[in-house]
């Protein structure tokens, strides 16, 4: 069973800093990495896809991937409180098909 | 902007009953999903569709189960018995194949499935 962990939180930060959410996976041949923000009873929305080793930007988010370290990082700069959410690490399964999600990190962002 | 529909929106049934949830998935999309979600657990893979036959599918997704695109729209997952642990979200997803790692799935809102 190929395994996406994640520190279930929550991850408390304040308004306007920066929230880090981290994931790691066992398959050592996955190629493509997602994070998804799931608002409390709502549906998976996609924010970042990433799939080679280094940063990957999209405006108050960065997403890192460390192929080496089986390792795939979030980070949200200037918090705002809308962004309290679970946020959701996925990676494609060897076939390509599945998904396969971690528990997910809660996030809250104090005002 | 396109978008994954599913409906109902919640759905209540009996133990037992059988039950089919509708998805229509985004329009140029080739790709099919359905995921579930137990109430404070993680999302999980039931299946997926493509061609009009399954791809893949998880030990979740056992003789009970069965999808079906009856026609060029619609989506659906049908649950022949009902059990009290079948009651969760139930997502559909839909991708546009883009070649490879590239391909993202899309997830309609759910549907609650509550089984008494």
């Known amino acids: 069973q190929k395994e996406v962990e994640q520190n279930s939180g929550p991850l408390s930060v304040p308004e306007g800093a920066i929230a880090s959410l981290n994931c790691t996976y066992s398959?050592?041949?996955?190629?493509?990495f997602f994070w998804y923000r799931q608002y409390s009873g709502k549906s998976p929305e996609l924010i970042m896809s990433?799939?080679?080793?280094g940063d990957k930007e999209d405006g108050r988010f960065t997403a890192q991937l460390n192929k080496a370290s089986q390792y795939v990082s979030l980070l949200i700069r200037d918090s705002q409180p809308s962004d309290s959410a679970t946020y959701l690490c996925?990676?494609?399964?060897?076939?390509?098909?599945?998904?396969?999600f971690g528990k997910g990190t809660s996030l809250l962002v104090t005002p | 902007e396109p978008e994954v529909t599913q409906t109902p929106s919640h759905q209540v049934t009996q133990m037992g009953q059988e039950v089919i949830l509708r998805c229509v998935p985004i329009?140029?999309?080739?790709?099919f999903y359905w995921y579930r979600q137990i109430l404070g657990q993680k999302v999980e893979f039931l299946v997926s569709?493509?061609?009009?036959?399954?791809?893949?599918k998880s030990e979740i997704f056992d003789d009970q189960f069965s999808v079906e695109r009856p026609d060029g729209s619609n989506f659906t997952l049908k649950i022949r018995s009902t059990k009290l642990e079948d009651s969760a979200m139930y997502f559909c997803?839909?991708?546009?194949?883009?070649?490879?790692?590239?391909?993202?799935?899309?997830f309609g809102p759910g549907t609650r499935l509550t089984v008494l």
């Open positions: 990433i799939y080679s080793n």
């Open positions: 329009s140029n999309h080739l790709y």
């Open positions: 996925a990676v494609y399964s060897n076939s390509g098909y599945a998904l396969n």
């Open positions: 569709f493509y061609n009009n036959e399954i791809s893949e």
């Open positions: 398959d050592r041949g996955s190629q493509s």
């Open positions: 997803a839909s991708e546009a194949p883009s070649g490879g790692a590239t391909d993202t799935q899309y």
